[in-house]
């Protein structure tokens, strides 16, 4: 009789853990529900620790178990068709789960003969091994597998849609682990976007941020799958966000509008929420560093009642920093709570609410530089604003998702998001192309109040069918989108100052004052709104092969009313269509081969000659490219080349003379070029040694444009960059110390208008841990440990916007567990 590999695996496994199952047995009475809660139902009824990644029990169905069973046999009939196997330590007191898969192969190689298995449980041993004479058994080790634990290899993210794992997406992939912010330091999402593959993030004109990969914005954010504009803002970049609720971030680098739509040519993050687990959570967290910042956090997840369909998490975090520069300071009350409820044993529904207060006295648009674009060579702690300068930014954001297994293949999920931000100031910034003595600065006086509401849905049915003998699996889903505000500025001038003596103590500045003295107001307001759907579907016509084909149809209305020049932009677009087509070869079961193209549109408001609205950009991303799950999944590798084409964009058509309203008409001429290679190594690449590094080489160029022709596109995009960040946890008696570092470098940017260069630099990090006790840490990070001075990514100009990145500094925690 013969087996294929999988089966055999399977029989060897279960055969072996009922030699040695409990005598004992339970009667369960337990409906078909979610795998995760049925494992956790069984091994709460007979007390054993059961550990698994959240991961690789997402979408699968346990069937019912009715009857009296021993514990193994329980767990046999909970895990069947699962794809899982079940591990248990030598005295049977731990258990954990071990995801089997069938390696490609040739059909002959399918077939082996079953002949003799054997189960070996020794003493000294932590771990079972199920050994076949002849076959393609190997070590099934005992391993912890929790939500924490580095193995993305097989772990499973949302970005596309479903679950999948970073081999089964055709494009670009990095995941930030809770577990690597916290190790980094890294609290809100700029920060951490600067410690991602291809990322940049750049300091806006205002308070806020811009992202960017491969030398294009991404103005879309998404927050558990549901894509919303964030970059949208009457005057600058006001948009902000901290870390504290989020578990994972996710980055798609590239084209990504299948998924989000318009305008997503540099790709996609998504910000993963917290939620309750099965076990119950408590973490404090204190933090104390350089310059007076202090924090303090508790972070609270459990079951709320006997069978944990009711589970819940709270985040209480408080956050008093000061800064380098004169004067600056911030505090910042963050709050979140949510709720996830099985309101039956196929349908989870979850809710939750955050709520962030941030005020402070900022420095907003940074400092100036000489007439020429030279380094004024101020200190690093200059401040240009006023003693007045005073910021609040509130954000509340309600999530809701409502999730539904029909099968262990087919699930439903609709998620909806609300998001309310309020940011107001008054504040005093300098600007003006400096003399060589200094003088040459502008005082200008603002006042800011920008008040938005966004609102998302997304909603997908996915599921995995045969079809002609093969695995299939189809996406359909539909999103939406709705972005509107009601904004203000006010501002004056008054052209006297040396930037060598800036002036901190002039008079109190607001809405009114500003008026009075002859200033400026602007009303402005937004509203967008954007309905797609989109499908994809997963085809293997062989073995080794995955091709995917997909395609989005979008509709999209975008209004802004200025009152300043009693303006009003229109850009709309209907039933707009993007592709998506993409081939995974798998090499082995370690490394995989992959090409894909998509692409994204963006609807313009530029007219020509004729009155007519110009037709959208259109931009098509193309890359190649190879990923390996390595070292029994330890290990994420990649390595890829792309190139992005941005085609249609408005240039002035100098021809036609000043036909529109007194100035250029434009035509669709214009195109712009990104292109280069990406490499990534993420994970344990030796005992106890935690690496990531990242290289990224950009090219961004003007390929017909009457102005720029030739020049670089993305000024604040590096040609190369290289981030890295390795943590060793030292072996022995040592092992409650870890040791970890890691440097940033990259080479140089430009000014806003390509008039001067922004130097390059490299800064190195460290952290030192230590393990107090098995639920107790205290860290120590020290940052820029060689004081490097340099400029960060930003909006830089003659005039202002050049800010100085963080001198040498320590930050300490102590985290504890109970």
């Not at 240009?384 to 300068?389: E, I, P, Q, R």
Request: charged share 20%; proline share 4%.
């Amino acid at each position: 009789m013969s087996f294929t590999r999988y089966q055999v695996l399977t029989l060897a496994v279960m055969a072996s853990l009922q030699q040695v199952a409990f005598a004992q047995t339970q009667h369960y009475q337990i409906a078909v529900a979610p795998l995760a809660q049925t494992m956790a139902k069984i091994a709460r009824q007979n007390k054993v620790s059961l550990s698994a990644d959240p991961a690789l029990l997402e979408g699968k169905i346990a069937p019912a178990i009715e009857g009296d069973y021993a514990l193994d046999h329980a767990f046999d009939l909970a895990l069947h068709g699962s794809g899982l196997v079940l591990i248990k330590n030598a005295d049977g007191s731990m258990y954990s789960l071990k995801l089997l898969e069938k390696k490609p192969s040739t059909p002959a190689d399918d077939i082996v003969i079953l002949e003799t298995i054997q189960l070996q449980a020794k003493a000294d041993q932590t771990a079972q091994q199920v050994e076949m004479e002849k076959g393609a058994v190997a070590e099934l080790p005992v391993i912890s597998l929790h939500a924490e634990d580095k193995r993305l290899a097989s772990a499973k993210i949302s970005i596309m849609k479903g679950a999948n794992s970073i081999k089964e997406i055709p494009q670009s992939v990095s995941v930030m682990t809770r577990q690597q912010m916290d190790e980094q330091g890294i609290s809100d999402l700029r920060d951490a976007a600067n410690h991602v593959t291809g990322v940049v993030g750049t300091k806006g004109v205002g308070q806020g941020m811009i992202l960017s990969a491969r030398g294009f914005q991404i103005d879309a954010w998404q927050y558990d799958g549901i894509p919303i504009p964030r970059n949208m803002y009457a005057l600058g970049n006001w948009g902000t966000q901290d870390m504290v609720f989020y578990e994972n971030l996710e980055v798609l680098r590239g084209a990504s509008g299948l998924m989000q739509g318009t305008g997503s040519p540099g790709g996609a993050v998504n910000l993963v929420r917290k939620r309750g687990s099965t076990h119950r959570n408590i973490a404090l967290t204190a933090r104390a560093g350089s310059w007076d910042r202090y924090g303090a956090q508790l972070d609270a997840g459990g079951p709320l009642n006997q069978d944990a369909s009711l589970r819940g998490r709270i985040v209480f975090d408080e956050a008093d920093t000061h800064s380098f520069v004169d004067y600056v300071h911030n505090r910042t009350h963050s709050l979140y709570a949510a709720l996830d409820y099985d309101l039956g044993p196929a349908t989870t529904l979850g809710v939750g609410v955050s709520y962030s207060d941030s005020q402070g006295r900022p420095m907003i648009r940074g400092l100036p530089r000489y007439s020429d674009g030279g380094d004024l060579g101020l200190s690093r702690s200059t401040y240009s604003g006023a003693w007045w300068n005073r910021a609040n930014i509130q954000q509340t954001m309600l999530y809701a998702d409502f999730e539904h297994h029909f099968n262990q293949d087919w699930r439903f999920k609709v998620s909806i998001l609300n998001l309310n931000e309020k940011n107001t100031s008054v504040h005093q910034r300098i600007q003006g192309a400096v003399a060589n003595d200094g003088s040459g600065i502008t005082y200008a006086n603002w006042a800011t109040d920008f008040d938005s509401s966004k609102i998302g849905m997304d909603t997908y049915l996915t599921g995995d069918f045969q079809f002609l003998g093969r695995e299939n699996k189809l996406t359909v889903g539909a999103t939406y989108s709705k972005y509107t505000s009601d904004d203000m500025y006010a501002r004056t001038f008054t052209p006297e100052g040396n930037v060598f003596a800036i002036e901190h103590h002039r008079p109190w500045q607001n809405v009114d004052t500003i008026m009075a003295a002859g200033g400026v107001q602007t009303l402005a307001d937004y509203d967008v709104q954007q309905k797609g759907v989109y499908a994809s579907w997963h085809i293997k016509p062989l073995n080794s092969l995955t091709a995917i084909v997909g395609a989005r149809g979008s509709w999209y209305e975008y209004i802004y009313n200025e009152s300043l020049y009693n303006t009003q932009t229109v850009n709309k677009a209907s039933g707009e269509i993007t592709p998506y087509v993409g081939l995974i070869y798998d090499i082995n079961p370690e490394w995989s081969v992959y090409g894909s193209f998509t692409s994204v549109f963006e609807p313009q408001s530029s007219r020509d000659i004729h009155g007519r609205v110009l037709d959208p950009i259109i931009g098509s991303n193309y890359e190649l490219g190879i990923k390996g799950a390595l070292m029994d999944e330890k290990v994420n590798a990649s390595l890829a080349i792309f190139r992005y084409d941005h085609k249609n964009r408005p240039v002035n058509d100098v021809e036609s003379g000043f036909a529109c309203d007194g100035w250029y008409c434009s035509k669709p001429s214009g195109e712009v070029r990104s292109e280069g290679i990406e490499a990534e190594l993420n994970g344990e690449i030796l005992p106890n040694l935690q690496l990531l590094a990242g290289y990224t080489f950009n090219k961004t160029e003007f390929l017909s444009d009457p102005v720029n022709q030739g020049k670089v596109f993305s000024t604040w995009t590096p040609k190369h960059m290289l981030r890295t960040w390795a943590s060793y946890q030292l072996p022995g008696q040592w092992n409650q110390l870890t040791l970890s570092g890691g440097f940033s470098t990259q080479t140089h940017t430009l000014s806003y208008d390509r008039s001067f260069k922004v130097p390059g630099f490299t800064v190195w990090n460290m952290r030192l841990s230590y393990q107090l006790t098995p639920d107790s840490t205290i860290a120590m990070n020290f940052n820029n440990i060689f004081d490097k001075r340099y400029w960060i990514s930003a909006f830089a100009e003659q005039n202002g916007n050049n800010d100085y990145g963080d001198p040498r500094n320590v930050m300490f925690t102590l985290h504890s567990k109970f």
